[in-house]
């Protein structure tokens, strides 16, 4: 009974406010941003500074593939290092925000387009901690990862996503986390370091994503498959695309999209994100 009265007052908690949050597609990039002070975490920082304390987060990270769609609901998520090859700094880092099994199970109440599991295994992978934590570097706001079913296509998780909207207007903070041109196996090592550097397919894919998004086009962006050569070699695999279609489901009427980080890096990736919602 305790359990049940506490669910209630979260829930009451999440009324609808006047304000509806933002919403975020960021491009994570490298796991290295996530202690580096550069362009980018500097941006996530001024974004957690300038938009309204949300009363929780719920990211929708490249990282965590499933089969069914699934929730963490542990009150103390694990900081997952899913990666190699990076220094010891970056292992060493922990994120200690708390999750929030009462917004999972609201959560899961929400969507009713497919069953979502209660996850107390998973926590915050890179996807994740290394955005948030430049966003709110005191830890102490729930944050909470919605895993993607690798086995659906675009149209499910746009269509998935559309049942999450009602909690942008109860001061939840939504981020899908990803890169829209993401390929690894074509990355100009040589040329890391130099501003904004694409190869001729990125260039021009990049801009055909910002002109859809921008066109509110979001059966073109569903259908990405559909878009040329360019869009197959910047969605070789469709892990760190599909956070960009949450993102898209989640426009509201009247929002435009706001653009930052919007450089190519390396010939084959860019950092590219977008907001809706307050400016």
């Known amino acids: 009974m305790d359990s049940l009265k506490t669910f209630k007052r979260y829930t009451d908690s999440l009324d609808s406010q006047e304000q509806t949050m933002p919403a975020l597609f960021i491009g994570h990039g490298s796991p290295m941003n996530g202690i580096q ?8 920082r001024n974004i957690g ?7 929780a987060v719920l990211v929708i990270s490249a990282h965590w593939l ?14 997952i290092h899913d990666f190699g090859g990076f220094p010891q700094a970056l292992f060493d ?15 899961q109440k929400l969507i ?3 069953a979502v599991g209660l996850d107390h295994e998973w926590g915050l992978d890179h996807g994740t901690w290394t955005i948030v934590r430049h966003m709110y570097p005191a830890a102490n706001i729930p944050v909470l ?18 049942e999450l909207a009602q909690l942008r207007r109860k001061g939840v903070l939504i981020i899908g986390s990803g890169n829209m041109i993401h390929n690894l196996g074509m990355i100009a090592w040589d040329k890391m370091n130099e501003p904004n550097y694409g190869y001729d397919w990125a260039i ?12 509110g086009d979001h ?51 860019n950092m590219t994100s977008v907001k809706f919602g307050i400016s």
């Open 219 to 269: 059966q073109a962006l569903i259908n990405y498959e559909s878009l040329g050569t360019a869009a197959k070699l910047a969605i070789p695999t469709p892990d760190h695309y599909f956070p960009l279609i949450y993102l898209m489901a989640l426009q509201g009427d009247n929002e435009k999209p706001q653009f930052f980080n919007d450089q190519l890096v390396g010939g084959s990736l």
């Open 204 to 215: 021009e894919i990049h801009s055909l994503f910002k002109d859809k998004i921008s066109a």
């Open 37 to 44: 002070d550069n362009a980018f975490s500097q941006s996530w």
């Open 145 to 162: 990862q919605l895993s993607i079913d690798y086995y659906k296509p675009a149209a499910y998780h746009y269509n998935l996503a559309k």
């Open 93 to 107: 880092v922990q994120y200690p925000a708390p999750g929030s099994p009462e917004l999972a199970r609201e959560t």
């Open 66 to 79: 499933t089969r069914g769609t699934h929730i963490t609901a542990m009150d103390t998520p694990r900081t």
């Open 112 to 114: 009713t387009s497919t």
């Open 49 to 55: 500074q300038q938009i309204p304390v949300p009363k």
